[in-house]
């Protein structure tokens, strides 16, 4: 069973920054792609960015340039650096690995 736990969320202003974290058990880390979501009330939820375990990444055009993803094996940790954050960034963000889902930290950016 895969268990995933975010955090690192909060309140930021516009222009701010912050680093998530997805803390993973259950699983062989570093043989798994990674994924972060997130959702807004009355969306639909939206990929953000992958990185596989090779450490290849990928960011939707919404993000590139000020996010980052990353992952420490040793921690079997996955991270988002998030930098200039905009109010549209809002959304409960959430990791993924495989089919299995974390329970989301919120972000709010709001001056």
């Known amino acids: 069973q895969v268990h995933l736990v975010e955090s690192g969320g909060g309140l930021v202003q516009p222009g701010g920054s912050l680093r998530l974290s997805c803390a993973a058990s259950g699983t062989i880390f570093s043989i798994n792609a990674m994924d972060w979501y997130r959702q807004t009330p009355g969306k639909q939820r939206e990929w953000v960015a992958t990185?596989?375990?090779?450490?290849?990444?990928v960011y939707a055009n919404s993000v590139k340039g000020r996010f980052t993803i990353s992952r420490d094996n040793a921690k079997n940790t996955m991270y988002l650096q998030m930098n200039n954050l905009k109010p549209e960034d809002t959304a409960v963000y959430y990791c993924k690995i495989l089919a299995s889902w974390g329970q989301g930290t919120q972000v709010t950016v709001s001056s």
């Open positions: 990185i596989t375990s090779g450490g290849t990444t």
